[in-house]
Structures are given as structure tokens and as C-alpha cells.
């Protein structure tokens, strides 16, 4: 049996996502499918002078995959390009097992899809924002 | 009253909280089943079919009583109409391959039902592709079902190959086979049959039904995965060309020819699964002590205690018939909001195990117009406790989720 990931973070970031809706201003898009659950997501991008200004997702998908990707928006929002791709790597390390607590603390709400890790099945849907990201950047 | 024994399945000794409802991926095996691999492998193994000592002997022996086995149990002519291969879809590739190749010609036709598994599709998809002939759909009501009438529709002159399952792995429906083979027949078309939902979970009489062909696996009806069966008319196997080459499938090689061996082992090349198929007879046996009139009652029962209850819930669709006794054990729904794969982690969560997705019937899951959905599927061994278990989660899914009930 799975420890329990359907955590009030993920169910919130599901139902009431704050960056799930198109992006007026947007230097980038890209579509992301994980054919396994049959998500699919339109990541937008606003970047400017490297710093990540403002993101947007559209697209629909299992729980997992698009409170994921709300929770990595909130996390990149802000931040540079190079930061982002710095978390990039530590959400991929947590995915395999294998982070620190003082790491899992960066991830912030992103550290609870932690126990993804022992769902190998679903371990593509909730990278599925960060997989496109990295694509992006 | 037949003799059935949960404990005779160690799985669920070891672990006797989950409710294990995915049994049309796989079933669970019985002791029986592990013992007689077991014993294969302790006492009588060595390379079937060729050997010359006292050793091989007793390994063929093993083999071919378990073919002999499964003749019996699907009432085959002989048992030369017998084909071991790894599972289902292995046999359908076979006869695609094999007699479709070698029949099929360009502008011909081969019609295949809308709910296919993907193994009884990709391989005629493929098929027609290289060949230039149509690929055509049968398309079933709502409910999933298919009748005659659809069937003469769909036929036309150039209708070579029909490829239906006999019960379908989404809607758990049991197709009407034998009026199938018989207007197939009359228009001079094969009738290609999947028999892996079916041929676990009620009796099949090959020569009842009239398919020309009729794949199944062993995994799904308790025997070690590995080992399936194709059953083809004999006169149809003896014209049609090995489906691959190698060792065990020849009568004389030379530099630029060989005759190939005869049935059924022009079909069976290399070494052989016999351990597998050693499991296999002992499931038949295992199958044959309970009977499947205790099987299917008690299948039936529980399918129709889950459908009741799931179809109680507001928010919960079952797809095709409203009547349990149309389902074979096999339930698909979706639930308002929660996507399948979600649903399906938190029945695990609650330690029942069911399979969410497309259960490799893509067209399908288009042609209905869901994105997938979520499956529970009953076997005899499980139990009122392990219904409970599921409709209690179900229960509470949407609310897990964070949704009002």
C-alpha cells in the first residue's frame, strides 16, 4: 500500500489552481503530454532579462499532474532562469529518493509529492511541469 | 459442494489485507500451480522434444500432457490444434502474421470490432498496412453490444478476417461467437477470436462455437505467466507458414531449404515453455475440481453485489450494460471529477487493487468519449469482505479528493 500523497497541498493546488489560465504577455510556450494518464499541459513563460516574471498552465490531466505543475510555477515565479533550473534538479533528486531535509525545504510545498518516489507509475505525471519547464529554459 | 480454499492462493497469506480486483490483468495462483512448476523444474526438466534419454523423455511427457490438457478443456478435434505460445497477444500476432500474410491481398478487408484489446487490433492494423488491404471497424452500441444484424452489415465480398473477443475487457460483455462464426462462414470470412477474458471464467467449446482461430493466456486463469494458447482449425494451421524459425520446428535443414516439422510444433520454435505449461495443466485441473458452475456463481454473485452498490452512488458511471449478469466479473466506471489514475492510487491507499487507464483499448475509450477510466474485475477467489473493501473507498473518493461528498 502507497503512504498517503493525496495531501491537502496536492487536492488544493488541484481544485483551486492559482496559475492554471492563459498568459497575456508570454515570450514562451510548450506543450507537455505523459501519455500514460493521458495529461497534457501548455506551459506559458514571461522571461526577461533571465528572470522568470510570470507563468501560466492550461490543459487538463490527473491530480497529480497539474497541482505539480501549479506548485512549480508558484516556486519559479520570480526566480531567474538558473535558479529554476536548479530546482528543476532538485525536484528530479526528490523524485528518486535520494534528497536532503534541507533540500526537501527549498522544494517548499513541491516536497509534498515526495512519496511519488514509491509510485513509479505516477512518477511521470508529477514531473510532467517540471520535465517541460527544463525544455523551456 | 466443490472444494475451494482461499488458502490455496499463498498471496493472500501473505498479505491478507488487500482486495485484489484486478484479475482480468492477471490472476493470483494457487499452490497447486506453484507445485507443479516447482516439480518441473526439481524433477523433470531437460530439453523437451528432442532429447534422447530417460530425462527428456519424462519433460516431454510434462509438455505434451499438458497440450492434451488444453485440448480437452477447450474440446479441440486434436491436438495438433494446439499451439503453445507465451500469451494472447503472441497467438494473434502468430496468425496475423503467419496465415494473414500469406492470405491477405491488396483492397482486401479485415473487420475488427471497435472494443478490441490492442492485441487483437495493432496486429491487423499492421497487417493491412503492409499489405494494402482496408482495415474496417465494427462499431457496438452504447452498452457494448454487437448483433448479427451488424455483423451482416459490416460484411462485404471482400471481408477475408473477422477479429472480435468473445468477452470484451472493458465491458465485460459475452459476444454471441457462434452466430458470429456462422454468418462469418457463409461469406467465406475467418473468424479470429480473443478468448482471454473469457476462456478463465465460463466453459469454451471450440468446436461448439465454430472459431477458426481462439487465443488465450494461462497467466490470467492461474497459471504462470509465460505460457499462452493458440487453437487454430486444422486445416487451416497445416497450409499456413511457420511464424518463426529456428530450432525444434524442422524436419531437415539443408543449405538452401528445410521441411518444417508438423503440427504443432512447426509453430513452436526453440525451446519450449514446459515448466509453463506444466503450471498450466495444473490450473486446468484446478479449474476442472472446482467446476465452472461453482466459478461463475460465484463471479456472478459478486458482480452483481459490486454493480449494485457502485451503481447506488451519485457521481460513479459503470460503462455498458446496467445488468450484472452481462459483466463477466468485469466492472469499468469512471467517478465525476477524479481522474482514474487518481482513483485507482487511492484504492490502493485503502489496499484495493484495481487498474485505471485505457486497459489497451484506446479506440475504444475514444469512440466512447472518456479519457479513461478505472476497472475492477472479480475472480472466484475473492470474497464479499473484498467488494466491501472497494465500495467503502469508492465511497469516499471524491471527498478524499476534496470535492463536497
Not at chain 2, 102 to 113: A, C, F, P, S, Y
Not at chain 2, 142 to 157: C, I, R, S
Request: glycine content about 8%; hydrophobic content about 40%.
Amino acid at each position: 500500500m502507497a503512504n498517503n500523497f493525496y495531501n491537502e497541498i496536492l487536492t488544493d493546488h488541484n481544485l483551486h489552481p492559482m496559475h492554471k489560465h492563459e498568459l497575456s504577455v508570454c515570450t514562451c510556450s510548450r506543450d507537455g503530454i505523459n501519455p500514460s494518464c493521458g495529461d497534457e499541459i501548455v506551459l506559458n513563460l514571461n522571461i526577461k532579462n533571465g528572470i522568470i516574471s510570470d507563468g501560466s498552465f492550461t490543459g487538463n490531466g490527473c491530480a497529480v499532474s497539474q497541482a505539480s505543475a501549479d506548485i512549480m510555477l508558484d516556486l519559479v515565479i520570480g526566480k531567474s532562469v538558473d535558479e529554476a533550473k536548479r530546482l528543476h534538479g532538485l525536484f528530479m533528486k526528490m523524485i528518486t529518493d535520494e534528497c536532503s531535509e534541507e533540500e526537501l525545504e527549498e522544494l517548499d510545498e513541491a516536497a509534498a509529492l515526495k512519496d511519488i518516489a514509491h509510485m513509479p507509475a505516477r512518477v511521470k505525471c508529477a514531473v510532467l511541469g517540471w520535465r517541460t519547464i527544463n525544455e523551456m529554459l | 459442494m466443490p472444494h475451494f480454499d482461499k488458502r490455496d492462493f499463498p498471496v493472500f497469506e501473505k498479505y491478507p489485507d488487500i482486495a485484489y480486483l484486478d484479475n482480468s490483468a492477471t490472476t493470483q495462483k494457487p499452490q497447486q500451480v506453484i507445485n507443479a512448476v516447482n516439480r518441473y523444474y526439481s524433477e523433470e526438466n531437460a530439453n523437451p522434444l528432442r532429447g534422447l534419454y530417460d530425462l527428456a523423455v519424462r519433460a516431454t511427457d510434462v509438455y505434451e500432457k499438458a497440450r492434451a490438457a488444453v485440448r480437452k478443456f477447450i474440446n479441440a478435434d486434436s491436438a495438433a490444434e494446439i499451439v503453445f505460445t507465451r500469451n494472447a497477444t503472441e497467438s494473434l500476432n502468430l496468425v496475423a502474421y503467419s496465415y494473414g500474410r500469406q492470405n491477405i491481398r491488396e483492397g482486401d478487408e479485415i473487420l475488427v470490432t471497435i472494443s478490441e484489446h490492442h492485441s487483437n487490433f495493432l496486429p491487423w492494423q499492421i497487417l493491412a498496412k503492409e499489405k494494402g488491404a482496408k482495415l474496417r471497424f465494427l462499431k457496438c452500441t452504447e452498452t457494448g453490444e454487437y448483433t448479427a444484424e451488424m455483423l451482416k452489415k459490416a460484411l462485404t465480398p471482400r471481408t477475408r478476417i473477422f477479429a472480435i473477443a468473445q468477452i470484451s475487457n472493458v465491458f465485460g460483455r459475452l459476444n454471441p461467437i457462434k452466430e458470429f462464426a456462422d454468418i462469418c462462414h457463409e461469406n467465406g470470412t475467418v473468424i479470429v477470436c480473443d478468448g482471454a477474458q473469457s476462456v478463465p471464467h465460463i466453459p469454451v467449446d471450440v468446436n461448439e462455437l465454430g472459431v477458426d482461430f481462439l487465443a488465450f493466456s494461462g497467466h490470467k486463469m492461474l497459471a504462470p505467466m509465460g505460457i499462452g494458447v493458440l487453437y487454430g482449425r486444422e486445416e487451416l494451421l497445416e497450409k499456413m507458414p511457420p511464424f518463426l524459425y529456428g530450432g525444434e520446428m524442422i524436419e531437415y535443414v539443408t543449405l538452401c531449404g528445410a521441411t518444417f516439422a508438423e503440427l504443432p510444433h512447426k509453430f513452436e520454435a526453440g525451446t519450449v515453455n514446459a515448466g509453463g505449461a506444466a503450471g498450466l495443466h495444473a490450473a486446468i485441473e484446478y479449474i476442472g475440481e472446482l467446476g465452472f458452475g461453482e466459478l461463475e456463481k460465484r463471479e456472478n454473485a459478486l458482480t452483481r453485489l459490486l454493480m449494485n452498490e457502485a451503481a447506488a452512488l451519485p457521481h460513479v458511471h459503470i460503462i455498458g450494460s446496467d445488468d450484472p449478469d452481462d459483466h463477466h466479473g468485469i466492472v469499468t466506471f469512471t467517478v465525476d471529477d477524479v481522474h482514474p489514475h487518481d482513483a485507482a492510487a487511492i484504492f490502493d491507499e485503502s489496499g484495493v487493487d484495481v487498474r485505471a487507464g485505457h486497459h489497451c483499448a484506446q479506440p475504444l475509450h475514444k469512440y466512447l468519449g472518456v479519457q479513461s477510466t478505472v476497472r475492477a474485475s472479480i475472480a472466484f477467489y475473492n470474497d464479499e469482505s473484498d467488494v466491501h473493501k472497494f465500495t467503502e473507498c469508492l465511497k469516499t473518493l471524491r471527498r478524499r479528493m476534496g470535492y463536497g461528498e
